[in-house]
Nanobody, 118 residues
Framework: QVQLVESGGGLVQPGGSLRLSCVAS????????MGWYRQAPGKQRELVAT???????KYGDSVKGRFTISRDNAKNTVYLQMNSLKPEDTAVYYC????????????WGQGIQVTVSS
C-alpha cells in the first residue's frame, strides 16, 4: 500500500505561482513513477505531468513551458512548480503513484484545490 498526501494548494492571482508537494509513504520502494492530474468542475480528469524514477518527464499540452515536475527520492516527495497560472488552471489537483508489487497498482491522493482568480 502507498499513501499520498498533497499540500501547497490555494488561491492565487492570474500570472502568479504555486508549488504543490506530494509525500508518499508506505511501500514507497514499489513506486516507479509519480505524477499530477487535475479535474475541473464538469470536466474529465486530465494529465498535468508525470516523472519516472529515472527522471523522465511528460507534460500535458496545456501546461508545457509553465509547469515543472520534480522529485526528491530521499524525501519520497514529488513537486509541481506552477508558474504563469491562468484561470483555466483552476481545478482539484491529484497526486498519483504507479507501483509494482506482483502487479501494477495505482494510488491517488485525496486531491487539493487550486484556484486562479483575481
Amino acid at each position: 500500500q502507498v499513501q499520498l498526501v498533497e499540500s501547497g494548494g490555494g488561491l492565487v492571482q492570474p500570472g502568479g505561482s504555486l508549488r504543490l508537494s506530494c509525500v508518499a509513504s508506505g511501500s514507497v520502494f514499489s513506486i516507479y513513477a509519480m505524477g499530477w492530474y487535475r479535474q475541473a468542475p464538469g470536466k474529465q480528469r486530465e494529465l498535468v505531468a508525470t516523472i519516472t524514477n529515472g527522471g523522465s518527464t511528460k507534460y500535458g499540452d496545456s501546461v508545457k513551458g509553465r509547469f515543472t515536475i520534480s522529485r526528491d527520492n530521499a524525501k519520497n516527495t514529488v513537486y509541481l512548480q506552477m508558474n504563469s497560472l491562468k484561470p483555466e488552471d483552476t481545478a482539484v489537483y491529484y497526486c498519483k503513484a504507479d507501483s509494482f508489487q506482483s502487479g501494477i497498482y495505482y494510488y491517488w491522493g485525496q486531491g487539493i484545490q487550486v484556484t486562479v482568480s483575481s
